[in-house]
C-alpha cells in the first residue's frame, strides 16, 4: 500500500495527523480555554489538518527552489509549521494569549502566544516524519 512514492499518500498522510492534531485541540481546548467557543474549535481542528496537506504538499521539494540548497523533510516539514504558527498568532495574537494566560499563569514563563510557533514546529517535524515515511519525498511523488 505504501510501497510506491505518491503525492497523494503524502497529502491524505499529512491531513490525517493534522486531523488528529486538530481534533485535540478541538477536544481539549475548553479545558485550557473555558469560554473557547465552537468557532475557534473548528477553526483549530481545521487549521491542523491544512498544515498537515500543505506539508504534504511541500514534500515535493528536496532542493530550496531559489537557493538551490537541499531541503530533507527533517527542515522542511518544522519550518512550515512554525511558520504556519507564527501567522496563525500574529492574526490571532489576543486569542492565543488567552490561551497561555490560562495555561501558565499571568506571570508564567510560557505567556507569550508566541510558543505556539514552536509548538507548530513540532507538530510539523510529526506530520514531515509520517507523511514522508509512508508517502516518500521528491519529485518521484508526482509520477509521469
Excluded: C
Excluded at 109 to 135: C, D, H, K, N, Q
Amino acid at each position: 500500500m505504501f510501497g510506491k512514492p505518491s503525492l497523494v499518500t503524502r497529502i491524505a498522510i499529512g491531513k490525517g495527523v493534522g486531523f488528529l492534531f486538530g481534533l485535540a485541540g478541538f477536544v481539549l481546548l475548553p479545558y485550557f480555554l473555558p469560554e473557547a467557543d465552537w468557532l475557534l474549535r473548528w477553526g483549530i481542528l481545521l487549521w491542523y489538518t491544512t498544515l498537515g496537506a500543505i506539508i504534504g504538499v511541500f514534500g515535493v521539494f528536496t532542493y530550496h527552489p531559489v537557493l538551490k540548497l537541499p531541503f530533507p523533510w527533517w527542515f522542511r516539514a518544522p519550518l512550515m509549521g512554525a511558520w504556519m504558527n507564527f501567522v496563525l498568532t500574529f492574526f490571532a495574537y489576543d486569542t492565543m494569549q488567552a490561551v497561555m494566560v490560562n495555561m501558565f499563569g499571568e506571570g508564567g514563563v510560557f505567556r507569550s502566544p508566541f510558543w505556539f510557533t514552536a509548538e507548530g514546529a513540532m507538530v510539523g517535524l510529526i506530520i514531515g516524519y509520517f507523511a514522508t515515511r509512508y508517502g516518500g519525498e521528491g519529485k518521484e511523488t508526482v509520477g509521469k
